[in-house]
């Protein structure tokens, strides 16, 4: 007797909602304009943490604005901030213009969403690392803590929104010990709590794993 095999419905990807919202606490911009040699280090200044970027896309077209978030959640044009170059802090790689800083930005944020069986380990220069479980199917603390740095973990979960049942595993202590800001992880807790919705402005330190909440334990 031959059996047929059942087709299986593919995986739906995570859709994600715009516009996204990432924190620049860790770009630089080089003040000597965009006609400059980019030779002198002491041009790169960090972006003020005020400074964020806002990126849209609509269809094909890709919309970069820079933007600043008031107290109470409004986003505000900050064309001050719109000439480069930008780099991110910790790595060799230049951007020209807002627009492929956030393009790039666009494509890190969608490819961070790991894959099934596996969990994706979000860098403070933006970088993706997949990784897999050392032993069986879940992952462990001890495999963890040295991704990320860190002897106490936590965890956040997304309850709601296009990351709901995924979690963040994350360094306890990480804003007491003054770790930098990860802007992958922080746009996506902005994608999930809007900072016009929900104040006060909350932001994601050091490098962190994100991953479905089962795979943890």
């Known amino acids: 007797m031959e059996i047929t095999p059942v087709p299986q419905p593919a995986a739906q990807p995570v859709v994600l909602a715009g516009p996204h919202l990432f924190n620049l606490s860790n770009v630089q911009m080089f003040y000597g304009g965009a006609g400059a040699a980019l030779t002198v280090a002491a041009w790169w200044k960090k972006l003020p943490a005020t400074v964020f970027l806002q990126v849209t896309q609509r269809g ?10 008031t107290a109470g959640g409004q986003v505000v ?23 492929e800083l956030g393009e790039y930005l ?15 380990v979000l860098g403070l220069d ?24 860190a002897d106490t ?16 595993v994350i360094d306890d202590n990480g804003k007491y010990s003054g770790a930098a800001l990860n802007l992958l992880a922080t746009a996506a807790w902005f994608d999930t709590y809007p900072p016009e919705q929900y104040s006060p402005i909350d932001v994601v330190v050091g490098t962190v794993v994100l991953m479905k909440s089962e795979q943890l334990r």
């Open 60 to 69: 094909d077209a890709l919309l970069a604005t820079m933007v600043g978030v």
């Open 77 to 99: 044009t900050t064309p001050a901030y719109y000439l480069g170059p930008f780099r991110i802090e910790g790595t060799e790689r230049v951007f020209s213009t807002v627009r």
């Open 106 to 120: 666009l494509a890190q944020r969608t490819a961070m969403v790991p894959t099934e069986d596996t969990a994706t």
């Open 126 to 149: 933006g970088s993706l690392t997949e990784i897999r479980p050392s032993k069986g199917k879940t992952f462990k603390f001890d495999q963890l803590r040295p991704l990320i740095g």
């Open 153 to 168: 973990l936590d965890i956040h979960y997304f309850q709601h929104g296009p990351l709901a049942g995924y979690i963040l």
